[in-house]
């Protein structure tokens, strides 16, 4: 019987593949003792567990950002644009979110009217809001604002935080997917950044397209994560 070739990017995404299984498995069980702890009482087990399951979540969510990159890459994503209630969907994500954020003791709140539908993926979008959230939680001091408005043609999302906002050098150009390399002093891959700005630019209406864009100020002087659809 002849041997089927494959490909190292596939085997790498197969193996993406099982370790995000694994992962899920693994972070079902951690909130299962997480709520016991909680439930007798052991503050310092259950925020030191709420560090570790923050921590699993997101790397649960670069695994899927990989194997969205890679099916992506070889053009076998279907990229499905559709209406969507914009607020369903950040109400969603939010949910999911719910028990990380609380771990750490974080208020997120929406502002978003009930009526504003948009034309979009609705996975890619959950997964660039899943990314801003995480990279929130991970500077913000104890507040979180998921907001989102029609603004001059494009559907505006933004994810702010009450941290420090972003340093100096990675406000210094508009292209944030390209020119963020991998620090090796911080642990930063850049990922986050490029699948959000790409899955960004895969939103067109005419000669118009998406984009990110990082800035510091917004309603709570922090962070600002920001997605602009057309």
């Known amino acids: 019987m002849e041997q089927e070739d494959i490909s190292f990017t596939d085997f790498i995404a197969s193996s993406i593949h099982d370790m995000k299984n694994s992962l899920n498995v693994q972070v079902s069980g951690l909130e299962k003792i997480a709520i016991q702890m909680r439930q007798q009482g052991d503050t310092v087990a259950f925020q030191s567990l709420g560090l570790m399951i923050y921590q699993a979540n997101r790397m649960n969510a670069n695994l899927i950002q990989l194997l969205s990159l890679y099916k992506l890459g070889k053009s076998i994503y279907p990229v499905d644009i559709d209406q969507y209630s914009v607020s369903n969907l950040i109400e969603e994500v939010v949910l999911q979110n719910r028990s990380i954020l609380d771990f750490k003791g974080i208020t997120i709140s929406v502002d978003c009217e009930a009526n504003c539908y948009w034309y979009l993926d609705r996975d890619l979008v959950t997964g660039i809001l899943i990314n801003a959230l995480n990279n929130a939680y991970n500077y913000t001091r104890d507040q979180i604002l998921v907001s989102a408005k029609i603004n001059a043609g494009y559907l505006e999302l933004r994810v702010e935080d009450n941290g420090k ?66």
Not at 177 to 198: D, E, H, M, R, V
Not at 217 to 230: E, M, N, W
């Open 165 to 230: 906002g972003y340093p100096a050098y990675m406000l210094q150009d508009d292209n944030v997917a390209a020119n963020k390399g991998i620090s090796f002093s911080s642990g930063s891959t850049g990922l986050g950044f490029y699948f959000s700005s790409l899955v960004a630019s895969l939103h067109k209406n005419g000669t118009k397209h998406g984009s990110l864009a990082i800035e510091n100020g917004g309603a709570y002087g922090g962070g600002c994560f920001v997605v602009r659809l057309p």
